[in-house]
């Protein structure tokens, strides 16, 4: 079936009375209800994708998508029960199409890394081509809410799959391990979702290469000797969590002071409970403070509940950079992840607040988690020495990686058992870019033996 798409521009009308995108479907002589109601669908997923690339998925009303659509909210209610499934539905639509363009560009080359930069190629591309819907399936989909999550982390699976495909044929028939390839897809995505969130994705192209380099740097022998190295690790079984109990009470502070008794207060809030249930009475009401007090430091709860976030990451970063010896670079970035792994260990909140509701926080925690992924970065490769270091795009790729390893183990329920098993594979998340040496010998041997 052909259709015509005849777009016009969005009317100044205001936010709920958009002008029509499309015509409807004429109507002719055999044409069947499922003609127009595919013609409908095709209408109303494009009509998403604009609102939500443009706007946000909190600014998404039915009523909305449905005008831009050029159908009625009838119409739009025999397709769909509510915006939820609409925005689902078009994230999945817009997963395959990216999935089928990544799996073609595969089958088009023999060699390995000719597959490789033509897979990472066709992902770039697609962004650089159609901004709105990677904005929607990258940034916006992380805050639609639990079910928008679950498809997220089967697009990651899919994804991840289709990188160990790519690799088929490669030198001796290496197969990275599982927490590495999500690392490596995950890396690609956030300098991706970076340049997407800054408006600058039309860089991305010219980073194709780097990505590449990036991605073929865990080609080598070393690489399947990292979970060994992690396996060796004890757990902290004696380790016992801190409890978090801090001193809510205002104590005749003045209101400049309350600050950190409201970062406090949030914190515990969103590890005991969740994200979504965070309002300004409850954080106020058990931080102790006036509604005044709020606003002086804070807009709204999410403003609060981001600065909690990169106040706690950057103090537990703080603490794990000075447990490093500083006579060896790679020793000491070793080292560093190890207290890191040790103090998320032993501290729940903080890595329920860090690595768990961060990634459900929609665009906002999207940027905030950007902004520490470079931040890591600039600070895990400062001190490397000569010929060692990470250009920008690898650095922002390791620790994009090495967050999502660090969030997957969260997510799975089993953080203070495996976070101690950790620190190989993320120091090799850094190291094999850095050094491009693929050898084990660049991690300290006393810190895992």
């Avoid at 004429?26 to 069947?32: E, H, I, L, V």
């Avoid at 009625?72 to 639509?93: D, I, P």
């Avoid at 079910?147 to 790519?166: H, K, Y």
Wanted: contains cysteine; glycine residues 8%.
């Amino acid at each position: 079936m052909r259709v015509t798409r005849e777009a016009s521009r969005v009317s100044t009308e205001g936010p709920e009375t958009p002008q029509a995108l499309f015509g409807k479907l004429s109507p002719g002589p055999g044409r069947s209800a499922a003609e127009v109601a595919e013609h409908q669908r095709w209408r109303l997923y494009t009509a998403m994708i604009k609102v939500v690339g443009e706007d946000g998925y909190q600014a998404v009303t039915v009523r909305k998508v449905a005008r831009l659509a050029g159908v009625s909210t009838r119409a739009f209610y025999e397709h769909f029960e509510g915006k939820e499934e609409c925005f689902l539905r078009t994230f999945e639509l817009i997963v395959r199409r990216a999935a089928t363009r990544i799996e073609a560009s595969l089958g088009t080359e023999a060699d390995w890394r000719d597959r490789l930069h033509g897979a990472i190629g066709a992902f770039v591309h697609a962004v650089v081509r159609k901004p709105c819907p990677a904005r929607l399936a990258l940034i916006e989909a992380s805050g639609a809410g639990a079910a928008a999550v679950e498809r997220i982390r089967a697009a990651e699976t899919l994804f991840e799959a289709m990188l160990i495909e790519s690799f088929i044929g490669a030198p001796g028939e290496f197969k990275l391990p599982p927490l590495l390839v999500k690392g490596v897809v995950s890396g690609v995505c956030g300098v991706v979702r970076t340049r997407l969130i800054a408006g600058r994705e039309r860089e991305l192209p010219g980073m194709v290469d780097e990505l590449v380099d990036w991605v073929m740097s865990f080609q080598g022998e070393a690489t399947v000797e990292i979970e060994k190295l992690d396996l060796r690790r004890t757990p902290l079984d004696s380790a016992v969590p801190p409890r978090f109990s801090p001193t809510l009470q205002r104590n005749g502070r003045p209101i400049e002071d309350d600050r950190p008794i409201i970062l406090a207060a949030v914190a515990k809030l969103a590890a005991s409970k969740s994200y979504y249930q965070l309002t300004v009475p409850r954080i106020r009401d058990a931080a102790g403070v006036s509604l005044r007090s709020f606003e002086t430091h804070f807009d709204n709860a999410e403003d609060c509940f981001l600065a909690a976030l990169e106040f706690r990451v950057s103090a537990a970063l703080e603490h794990a950079a000075g447990q490093a010896e500083g006579d060896d670079w790679a020793g000491d970035v070793y080292l560093t992840l190890e207290a890191l792994c040790g103090k998320l260990a032993t501290d729940p909140v903080l890595y329920a607040v860090a690595l768990s509701e961060a990634f459900m926080t929609g665009p906002s925690g999207v940027r905030c988690r950007a902004g520490m992924m470079v931040a890591i970065a600039e600070r895990l490769c400062a001190s490397a020495p000569p010929g060692q270091g990470l250009g920008q795009v690898a650095a922002e790729a390791s620790a994009g990686a090495v967050w999502a390893v660090l969030h997957h183990c969260v997510m799975t329920g089993k953080a203070r058992q495996r976070l101690p098993r950790l620190p190989a594979t993320l120091a090799y998340l850094i190291l094999a870019p850095a050094t491009r040496a693929g050898t084990v010998e660049t991690l300290p041997s006393h810190s895992w033996t």
